[in-house]
Every structure is written in structure tokens, then in C-alpha cells.
């Protein structure tokens, strides 16, 4: 079942690399009595993610800020060195988006957001979206039909929603 407009988001434990190396935070800690945006994609250094995603959120970072968000947060399925470097090369950690991984999938599978296209090495890979949690509720949900697809789920189509 995927996630909706209302729902509680489920907790998971996600990992992000720390002063001292990978750390484990639950998305409970991230999003409990806290507005926070959170988009998903496919993966770190792919197309679309790399080129659209990630920039839209940074080039909007400060128009969620003013509208009361405290944090965005990038989820992706891969290892928390892989998004820690991706998110010093494509400027996302200078700009303060916090750059999480997901490993095992645990979260995007919870959330039912999840797909596979193995000709493209793509296994239980996030699907694209992006969302506004505010106390680990779901207020608005834009989802993409297409994993090579950045519209709704960029920085400026989730801030036409808000």
C-alpha cells in the first residue's frame, strides 16, 4: 500500500555519514515535531537525481525555509558514503540538505514507494517524490510516473503545493 495525504510515516532506521563515519538516525528522530521535506529518487549520481532532483532543492531551499520548513532531507537506496560524497559533489550537504541513505530499501519499501528495472542495474530502488512531513504526517505527496521524470517531485512543483 503507498503512502497518502494523512498518513503517519512509518519509523525506519536510515543512515547518514557523521563527523566520525556512518551513523544510524530513525526517521522518527527526523520528522517528530518538525516540518521537513523529504524527496526520494532513484539514486545518487544517475541521471535525472544528479541534473533536476537534487538541484531543485537547492536552488528552493530558501523559499521552504521561509515557509517554515526546518530541514530537507534527500533519501536515497545507497550506502551512506555514496551520499555523503554525492551530496559534497553536487553542492546539496553546503547547502544544508541533509543527505540520507537507505540501504536496504526498509523505508522506501515501507512507504510503498519502491521499483525495479534490472536491464538498468536498478533493484527495490526508490521511486521519485517528494513530500512535506510536518510532526511525521504527510501533508502533501507529489509522486512522479516515471523515474526519469523531475517535475512535481522538484523543489519548485512541491512548493506550488504548499
Known amino acids: 500500500m503507498t503512502i497518502s495525504v494523512g498518513d503517519k510515516l512509518?519509523?525506519?532506521?536510515?543512515?547518514?555519514?557523521?563527523?566520525?563515519?556512518?551513523?544510524?538516525?530513525?526517521?522518527?528522530?527526523?520528522?517528530?515535531?518538525?516540518?521537513?521535506?523529504?524527496?526520494?529518487?532513484?539514486?545518487?549520481?544517475?541521471?535525472?537525481?544528479?541534473?533536476?532532483?537534487?538541484?531543485?532543492?537547492?536552488?528552493?531551499?530558501?523559499?521552504?525555509?521561509?515557509?517554515?520548513?526546518d530541514e530537507i532531507i534527500c533519501i536515497s537506496v545507497n550506502d551512506p558514503f555514496v551520499m555523503g560524497q554525492w551530496g559534497e559533489d553536487t553542492g546539496a550537504t553546503e547547502a544544508g540538505i541533509l543527505m540520507v541513505g537507505d540501504p536496504a530499501a526498509e523505508f522506501s519499501k515501507a512507504l510503498g514507494l519502491t521499483f525495479s528495472a534490472p536491464a538498468a542495474g536498478l533493484i527495490d530502488r526508490s521511486q521519485r517524490y517528494a513530500m512535506l512531513v510536518m510532526d511525521g504526517e504527510v501533508k502533501v505527496l507529489n509522486i512522479e510516473d516515471s523515474p526519469g521524470t523531475c517535475e512535481a517531485s522538484g523543489g519548485e512543483g512541491l512548493l506550488d503545493e504548499m
Open 10 to 69: 512509518p519509523d525506519a532506521m536510515l543512515v547518514k555519514m557523521g563527523e566520525e563515519g556512518p551513523e544510524q538516525i530513525s526517521v522518527s528522530t527526523l520528522t517528530e515535531g518538525r516540518n521537513v521535506v523529504l524527496f526520494g529518487l532513484p539514486g545518487a549520481y544517475t541521471g535525472t537525481c544528479t541534473t533536476a532532483h537534487v538541484p531543485s532543492f537547492i536552488r528552493t531551499k530558501d523559499q521552504f525555509m521561509e515557509r517554515g520548513v
